[in-house]
């Protein structure tokens, strides 16, 4: 089992900045990868679009609507991703979901509870 907490979500102008944070605990071995999710208002979780995600060995792959201006981070000593947000838009409001990718039997997802970004003026 793998537990997900989010946090840094919350309001900011146009052109700001926010940093999320995902506190990852439990069995992070059998993880193969992790990475941000976020679901605008009105859509379902699972249909959220791809933020960015992050294999374990390293390799990084960023959403078309996020690449030069969002950066996923971890800090291994600490068990935490984090997801830089920089030159923020309107269209970036949503709710940010960690996730979780275990190829486990069977194969399960994990997600946080999520956290709110709103960008606006």
């Known amino acids: 089992q793998v537990q997900l907490v989010e946090s840094g979500g919350g309001l900011a102008q146009p052109g700001g900045s926010l940093r999320l944070s995902c506190a990852v605990s439990?069995?992070?071995?059998?993880?193969?990868?992790m990475g941000w999710y976020r679901q605008a208002p009105g859509r379902q979780r699972e249909l959220g679009e791809l933020?960015?995600?992050?294999?374990?060995?390293?390799?990084?792959s960023y959403g078309d609507s996020v690449k030069g201006r969002f950066t996923i981070s971890k800090d291994n000593a600490k068990n935490t991703m984090f997801l830089q947000m920089n030159s923020l838009k309107l269209e970036d409001t949503a709710v940010y979901y960690c996730?979780?990718?275990?190829?486990?039997?069977?194969?399960?997802?994990?997600w946080g509870q999520g956290t709110q970004v709103t960008v606006s003026s």
């Open positions: 996730r979780a990718y275990a190829a486990t039997q069977p194969p399960t997802n994990y």
């Open positions: 439990g069995d992070i071995s059998i993880i193969n990868f």
């Open positions: 933020v960015v995600i992050m294999s374990s060995d390293g390799g990084v």
